[in-house]
């Protein structure tokens, strides 16, 4: 008998980021290598109350998401190491850190259930690290504008609204 309830396994969740920052050309790159562990950060904004009756509501509001990518090991010619070396050793602020993700889930057949890109905020939280090699750790920021659409695995593209 087949199994129904299989596990979504955590490869399956996939996150890519637009090495090239406010450039019109997208170049996404997934993260992971060297990352043991990734989780967006939903931040909730809400508030509980409790009445004269004793019951409790709660309202949220809105959502502040954010993620942190304690381990980013630069390899040579890897495009989200040039641009991250480039905001730190140009010292970027603003929109010069503003780029793209897309997160996708996959099928157990590595086919692509759903697809959401959304703008963010990539800040360099450091550089340097141990004798593992040069660790660059940043955290994702996101700002919005989240957009359902298709992802293509094979060109790193997003289409909006397919």
Not at 14 to 19: A, K, V, W
Not at 24 to 34: C, H, M, P
Not at 69 to 74: E, H, L, M, P, V
Not at 134 to 141: A, L, M, T
Request: charge should be negative; hydrophobic fraction near 25%; charged fraction near 25%.
């Amino acid at each position: 008998m087949a199994e129904t309830n299989k596990k979504v396994q955590r490869k399956w969740l996939g996150h890519f980021i637009d090495s090239n920052f406010n450039n019109s050309t997208a170049n996404y790159v997934r993260l992971g290598k060297d990352l043991e562990d990734y989780s967006i950060e939903m931040n909730p904004n809400s508030e509980s109350k409790t009445n004269i009756l004793g019951e409790t509501s709660t309202v949220v509001s809105g959502y502040d998401p954010s993620g942190s990518i304690d381990t980013y090991y630069a390899y040579e010619d890897e495009p989200l190491y040039k641009q991250l070396e480039k905001c730190i050793n140009e010292r970027e602020t603003g929109s010069e850190l503003e780029t793209t993700v897309v997160d996708v889930l996959l099928n157990s057949t590595g086919e692509v259930e759903w697809a959401y890109r959304e703008d963010v905020i990539v800040i360099p939280q450091s550089m340097g690290g141990d004798n593992s090699g040069v660790n660059i750790p940043f955290e994702i920021h996101y700002n919005g504008n989240r957009t359902k659409g298709s992802f293509s695995l094979d060109t790193k593209t997003f289409s909006q609204g397919e």
